[in-house]
């Protein structure tokens, strides 16, 4: 039998079966690339704590590159510049995707996920100066380190521990991470830009408009586009501004929806969609992974390396940020929303629901680690604080998340069979058969 809509003001709603079945595919992508992720940092880790760790030392500090062109970098600059703009253009797809056809699109949807996002990111910024408050030495630089949050190791997690996650609070992480990602850049662009040269920034509009022409005409032609992207990341990589903005930009340039033969847009699969299916699999699979593999790997030097390192307040910060800050951000956040609303959570869900994807969304690790870098330097000992600060408080979270989230598997377990039920076999679940014709 078909199951009623849910009330308007109810909070994390199942939403639109299109919708939810987009998301659906997404985050399956996005958690094999996990799963690459904690191989690669496991990878790393292992060999930066082996005898041979002078031999990835050499590895991440070898450069290569055009000297001429002041690209003569190492290869762990060119992962973090390099390859995570890749990250970033993805990011800046699905951040479009999101605000012209996504539920973004709607205030009324998007006003949870963004007023969390937010939450999520001011409040362990605010637990980090209130740590390092009296550090000096720079020390308050890193205060965005533990602001974002990794959608990927999240959905690894997610995984190994086998919750049955309803979709609702899948997709409300998911888009809490996008606006996590547009924020962070944001960030990254106003506060970690040093030396800049606005002659070559502007100059990047140039590859960075043509590029947009040629996409919102429709081309395809890799020949043209790549050398326009490239030429577009190099200026601004020039520029002083870091390289990854050009990621974003470039992909906000591409568009959503399709046209008709007649000209105007109209709803469905653009150009956009195209690019995400061709790129996400290079970001997730081998941008992001390579990335890590070149970011992760911080020689501890036993328990006694590891003591020291979380000594510094730095570190002490970022583990306190991502475990209690981004808990008290997301929930505090979701919770100041039903409270002026009046909107009620979902029936099927519970308060400690919300409070175990809050404690979830503190898995800090890509954008943690590079903002990290940016900060402090990369291969300073500060910076090897970060990320002993970065990794440990991402276990802590992922740890307490999957207690929390486990301990209500079985109730997650009944809302996706319900979710899942197709009695009629159409191929549209009937949970979102009923809730059309009720929105109809």
Known sequence: ?????????????????????????????????????????????????????????????????????????????????????????????????????????????????????????????????????????????????????????????????????????????????????????????????RDLEPLLLLAALVPLGLFGLLVQRRVRSWWLLLPLAAAAWALVHASGVHATVAGVLLGFTVPVLRSQAAGGPEAGPGLAEHFEHRVRPISSGFAVPVFAFFAAGVTVGGLDGLVTALQDRVALGIVAGLVVGKTVGVLGSTWLMARFTRARLDTDLRWVDVAGLSVLAGIGFTVSLLIGDLAYGAGSTRDEHVKVGVLCGSLLAALLAAVILRLRNRTYRRICEAEERDADADGTPDVYQGQGRAEA
């Open 1 to 193: 039998m078909p199951q009623p809509a849910r009330p308007p003001g109810t909070l994390f709603g199942r939403g639109s079966w299109p919708e939810v079945s987009r998301v659906t595919a997404l985050l399956r992508r996005e958690t094999v690339g996990g799963a690459l992720l904690l191989v690669a940092t496991v990878l790393a880790l292992a060999w930066a704590n082996s005898p041979w760790s002078a031999g990835y030392t050499a590895l991440r500090d070898f450069s290569v590159g055009p000297a001429a062109l002041h690209l003569d970098l190492t290869l762990g600059t060119w992962a973090a510049d390099g390859l995570l703009a890749v990250f970033f253009f993805v990011a800046g797809l699905e951040l479009k995707r999101e605000f012209v056809a996504g539920d973004l699109r709607d205030p009324r949807k998007a006003a949870l996920p963004v007023v969390a996002a937010v939450g999520g990111m001011a409040v362990p910024a605010l637990v980090f100066v209130l740590v390092n408050l009296r550090t000096g030495d720079g020390a308050l630089q890193g205060w965005a380190i533990p602001t974002a949050t990794d959608i990927a190791f999240a959905l690894a997690v997610l995984a190994v521990i086998s919750t049955h996650l309803p979709v609702a609070l899948r997709t409300f992480l998911l888009t809490l991470a996008v606006v996590d990602d547009l924020l962070a850049i944001t960030i990254i662009a106003i506060f970690y830009t």
